[in-house]
């Protein structure tokens, strides 16, 4: 079926440190992945976005790689400060063209 | 520019009410979404709308009703509510559906069932 799985659940690092977040997926068919971040009360906003026939993505200190093969995309944050703390969504899109959401992970960034 | 709005912020009802949660968004977008939200869950689809005219269920319809007003308009009511649907509900919408297409998210209703 369709699924989208994220790891970890939580995160913890140290002020300027990497953080890598993992998500695998279901549909060798899902063509677009993008990420977003939800800090505490608020939306949900897209922070990057890859598509299937790309790599890899950057922006500035983010930056999302993709695995056709293996059937899973990653988002880097290099230099994390402690904005960078909230909660990040990997999401794929599948043969019905909806999204599906992994459940998150919670990085704190340590100061 | 106000992106997706979303109301109300807050409510709560008890168990049997009903409501009808909004969400207007001034962008011409085609598609529009409700998604809620729960702790460890992440956010599941509930309705959805491809385009003016059309709504499909994702996949967590049950309990819910939803009716796509015109291209800016989508709503979500809940005919009789139930403590199991006390959640964040976030309406969304896109240019198109799915496909290559970024998601922009209203900013939440909190309701709580009693």
């Known amino acids: 079926g369709e699924n989208v799985e994220q790891h970890p659940s939580t995160l913890s690092v140290q002020e300027g440190d990497s953080a890598v977040i993992k998500c695998t997926y279901s549909?060798?068919?899902?063509?677009?992945f993008p990420w977003y971040k939800q800090e505490l009360g608020k939306r949900p906003q897209l922070i990057i976005d890859i598509r299937s026939n790309v790599g890899e993505k950057k922006d500035q200190r983010i930056a999302v790689t993709l695995n056709k093969t293996a059937k899973h995309f990653s988002l880097h944050i290099t230099e994390t400060q402690p904005e960078d703390s909230a909660v990040y969504f990997c999401?794929?899109?599948?043969?019905?063209?909806?999204?599906?959401f992994g459940t998150g992970t919670r990085l704190k960034v340590l100061a | 520019n106000a992106g997706v709005t979303q109301t109300p912020k807050f409510q709560v009802l008890k168990t049997g009410q009903s409501m009808t949660l909004q969400c207007a968004q001034d962008?011409?977008?085609?598609?529009m979404y409700w998604y809620r939200q729960d702790p460890g869950m992440g956010l599941r689809l509930i309705y959805y709308s491809a385009s003016e005219g059309t709504t499909d269920k994702g996949e967590v319809p049950n309990g819910y009703n939803v009716s796509r007003l015109n291209k800016r308009e989508f709503s979500l009511r809940l005919e009789s509510a139930a403590p199991s649907q006390t959640s964040v509900y976030f309406c969304?919408?896109?240019?198109?559906?799915?496909?290559?297409?970024?998601?922009?998210f209203g900013s939440g209703t909190r309701l709580t069932v009693v």
């Open positions: 969304a919408s896109s240019e198109a559906l799915g496909q290559g297409s970024g998601y922009t």
């Open positions: 962008m011409n977008h085609n598609s």
């Open positions: 549909d060798s068919a899902s063509n677009y």
């Open positions: 999401a794929a899109t599948f043969a019905t063209y909806k999204y599906i």
